[in-house]
């Protein structure tokens, strides 16, 4: 049975939490000679619709560590710029790869290539999740606080791919999760839904001070991700207030974990001050991609 990744509940809670420890195995032993190469002899297609940093540079480097040839394939160098269906680029791909990573807009077009791939998929952020840095944003709040259990989660902003996922997370392993989202951005109702069936405490709140309030862990992004330019001072007018600065910031626990999974836009979203603070891990966060893109492609090819 091939093993795709779309979702953190591919996973399952036992599962996420294994690749949480993987990911940390990973971080400790890199620099080790005897590190596994789960991908030696085999090559992993990074196909990016999207445009990326941090997912690209981490898969590049994820799979060359492991031992893998990545191959990255772009909308513009490829014939996928041109029209051509995403059902025969995956059956070509298959043909020539052990794994595909996928970042692209909407998550038809994730699940069509899971659908007509013969190898296993992973899924580097569509306009409805971002898993992937989930999983590097729960392994940088691990290792900054020892636990999950019994933390605060508050997310600032849009209910965009990041808080849907953040939802899916808090239903996995029953975190406290609240968002700050204005009215006409809510995230995914079904999240919501299915999160509070799995016995999370997730809510969602129009006042970011709410949300603040008591949080061990802050979370925020961009309000006008890739593809939204067009309403970017429709939604800067919609998230007046929602600002991530020190003041609000000052409500949180003192021991607050600042994440942003950047690009950061100094000043709309979050302050500069935040961001280069004391309570800031976005870096951590940021490397913490590699190790946990390390852990997801052993995951995907059956060596995790």
């Known amino acids: 049975m091939i093993r795709h990744f779309s979702c953190l509940s591919d996973l399952g809670p036992e599962g996420l939490v294994r690749v949480l420890d993987a990911s940390d195995r990973e971080k400790e032993q890199r620099s080790s000679s005897s590190a596994p190469k789960p991908l030696a002899g085999k090559a992993v297609a990074l196909v990016f619709e ?30 996928m710029g041109r029209g051509e269906p995403i059902r025969d680029t995956a059956r070509v791909l298959s043909r020539m790869v052990h794994a595909i990573t ?46 999950l259990a019994g933390l605060k989660f ?13 939802i899916e ?3 996995l392993l029953r975190l406290e999760l609240a ?27 129009r006042e970011p001070r709410a949300a603040v309030e008591g949080a061990d862990v802050v979370s925020t992004d961009v309000f006008a991700s890739m593809g939204q330019e067009s309403e970017q001072a429709a939604r800067l007018a919609a998230f007046r207030g929602y600002l991530l600065d020190r003041q609000l910031l000052s409500r949180a626990a003192k021991e607050v974990v600042v994440l942003h999974c950047l690009p950061a836009h100094r000043g709309e979203e979050i302050e500069e001050e935040v961001l280069e603070g004391s309570r800031s891990f976005v870096w951590d966060e940021a490397e913490a991609r590699l190790h946990t893109s390390k852990a997801l492609l052993s995951w995907c090819v059956g060596a995790g």
């Open 50 to 79: 999207k445009a990326s940093t941090r997912t690209r540079i981490s898969l590049e480097v994820a799979v060359a560590e492991l031992g893998g040839h990545p191959v990255v394939v772009t909308a513009q160098g490829s014939q």
């Open 102 to 147: 996928f970042r692209t807009a909407g998550e038809d077009r994730l699940l069509e290539m899971m659908k007509y791939s013969s190898v296993p998929v992973l899924n580097a952020l569509t306009d409805q999740s971002h898993p992937m840095q989930l999983v590097a944003d729960l392994m940088t709040v691990r290792r900054v606080r020892g636990s």
């Open 154 to 166: 508050a997310w600032l902003g849009d209910g965009n791919n990041m808080a849907n996922s953040w």
């Open 169 to 171: 997370a808090a239903g």
């Open 179 to 205: 968002l700050a989202c204005p009215e006409g951005f809510d995230p995914s109702a079904t999240e919501l839904a299915r999160a509070k069936e799995r016995g999370a405490r997730v809510s969602v709140v």
